[in-house]
């Protein structure tokens, strides 16, 4: 009798790093991300070789039962996030390379994230506006690219209510995806902002934040932070000050937070703050500081070597 042979564990293996970040956009936490994943290949394996040889594409298997996972999972983390203590901001995703040493290791999921537009901050902080099929529809089709027939049967829906789920998430996204300056332009603005933050500047603060600016730090209940937005150039500089004056022997740092330029402060080496930033108009927009350690583990710095 013939027989379909296995497909090779290296080409499961490989599906890997489009999983993670598949599972990152729907979900805004690499933690849930990995976690989905992981599930992924659990099911995988618990298969009876009969059956997983019978898959023609396992890669379309693995992101089918991926994409439901993150369904699920986006379902309860409302729930969870309605009694989150303060503010909700998706969890920052670093460049590990800029990081002493190079690479935090193959297992980290963090390495398997690929940065673009889809990963920035401002549009992940627009994705958890989205119901859970929204999110997950507009995911796979405007952001992978798969058709509306194929994500018709990895959500259970037909192919009309599909393209109608995207268009309504498109809504919530509007126009304007991209940056409107260059990552060139945000650096040099953020180190002009680093430099007044560590002086305790608040004219200079000020003249760089937009007037209209808003900020939102994220503690989740486990470190000190202020829970509600903070509203105007104003009050952000005068907070920011104010901060700056309560933490003596803090370090900012110049990194790379979802794909464009951020600041990181850490204290002793430990990172304790992530600040990911978005410029309109050349000024600074929206700040989004994320403090709970929870959501900090993937930023802390290898040793060299």
Known sequence: ?????????????????????????????LTEAEDAVQEAYARWYAMEPRRRAAVRTPGAWLTTVVSRICLDVLGS???????YVGAWVPE?????TEWPGGSGGAADPADRVTADHSVHMAFL???ESMTP???????????????FPEIAAIVGRTPAACRQLAS?????VGPDRAPTVSVREQAAL????????????????VALLDPGATMVADGGGLVSTVRRTIEGSGDIAAYLAHIAGLSPGLTLLERTVNGLPGLVAQRDGHTVTVAAFHLAEGRIARIWAVRNPEKLRPWTAPEPG
């Open 77 to 83: 983390a409302r729930v969870r996030r309605e009694r």
């Open 190 to 205: 953020l180190r002009d902002f680093k430099e007044a933050w560590e002086a305790g500047d608040i004219g200079a603060l």
């Open 1 to 29: 009798m013939n027989t379909v042979p296995e497909p090779e564990p290296d080409v499961i293996a490989g599906e890997r790093r489009h999983l993670a970040n598949l599972a990152y956009r729907m979900l805004g936490s």
């Open 168 to 172: 309504s998430a498109r809504r919530r």
């Open 133 to 147: 099929a929204e999110r997950v529809v507009f995911v796979l089709h405007d952001v992978f690219r798969y058709p």
């Open 125 to 127: 902080v627009v994705l």
């Open 92 to 96: 920052p995703l670093p460049d590990r």
